[in-house]
């Protein structure tokens, strides 16, 4: 299945220990790269969280965030430290005196300082990883809803503007006969302007005209384009990450419009290159967003 690279999803936890929240958010990436905040006591529930999200999300940029609540009668206060403490206000405090400033330090200031109140430490954090890895399960499921919803409707408009590119190239399939035929009036209109009364050799004639139509011959790069095409639906149903290979297909699909546009010296078909263009660049856009 189809999926974005961008999405949200949350999983909470309860039990009698405390309450454990994941939260992950995914963007656009070229490759797959994972981080993982979460509390210092809980680091050692890093390297699991990241392998459980890794084997998940292939390609993009995923943050997991974890936060750890106590339950009522297992939090304690945290560790205070006093010297850091003395130190912020006595800081505080002679500051105060260099500016001329009153004197008076609010606890809530000092409090708030780095490194006052220290995180505690929970020695057997990794005893609760079977609940944080439950929690970041569950993130993980309403992420890939979410992802998954976003790459159906990705989908849908994917496969509108192939269509549309389609018919485009088919226009410009049938454009190319009435093309060669007015390449060969120009020529005729063209020769019997400088020749005047001359006749023309028709031999000398249909060899210019077989030039012209060898160099603006766009045949295989059409052929190649309907190959493409065939591809680039067959990769929408599979149900793998395919967005390099979308990406592949469109740079492929790019390059034979632009031989097409070099090659046709036709207004109409130069034309109709642009529109492909236009519409290719909103469908690379698009694809950029697959995972």
């Known amino acids: ?128 990883l079977p609940q944080v890895l439950e929690a970041a399960t569950a993130a993980l499921d309403s992420l890939d809803a979410m992802r998954l919803q976003e790459g159906t409707a990705l989908v849908v408009d994917l496969r509108q503007r192939r269509q549309t590119l389609e018919e485009l190239v088919g226009r410009i399939r049938d454009r190319v006969p009435a093309m060669l035929d007015e390449f060969r009036a120009k020529l005729e209109q063209r020769l019997a302007k400088l020749l005047g009364d001359t006749q023309l050799d028709p031999q000398r004639l249909a060899q210019e005209v077989a030039i012209l139509a060898d160099k603006s011959d766009v045949t295989e790069e059409l052929v190649r384009l309907a190959s493409h095409f065939v591809q680039f639906d067959e990769t929408l149903t599979l149900r793998e990450p395919v967005g390099r290979k979308l990406d592949f297909l469109m740079q492929e699909l790019n390059r034979e419009v632009n031989t097409i546009g070099s090659k046709s010296g036709d207004v109409e078909i130069t034309s109709l290159v642009v529109a492909l263009k236009a519409e290719m660049e909103k469908m690379r856009e698009q694809v950029q967003n697959i995972e």
């Open 1 to 128: 299945m189809i999926r974005s690279m961008t999405g949200y999803g949350k999983g909470e936890t309860v039990s009698a220990r405390g309450r454990c929240l994941v939260e992950v958010r995914t963007v656009n990436h070229r490759y797959g790269e994972v981080t993982v905040k979460l509390p210092r006591s809980f680091l050692a529930c890093e390297h699991e969280l990241r392998k459980l999200a890794a084997a998940r999300i292939k390609r993009g940029k995923a943050d997991l965030f974890v936060q750890w609540e106590p339950a009522a009668d297992a939090a304690a206060a945290p560790p205070v430290n006093l010297e850091a403490a003395r130190g912020y206000h006595e800081a505080f405090r002679h500051l105060a005196h260099e500016l001329r400033l009153s004197p008076e330090i609010p606890l809530s200031l000092i409090v708030a300082q780095r490194n006052v109140l220290q995180e505690s430490v929970t020695e057997d954090s990794p005893d609760l």
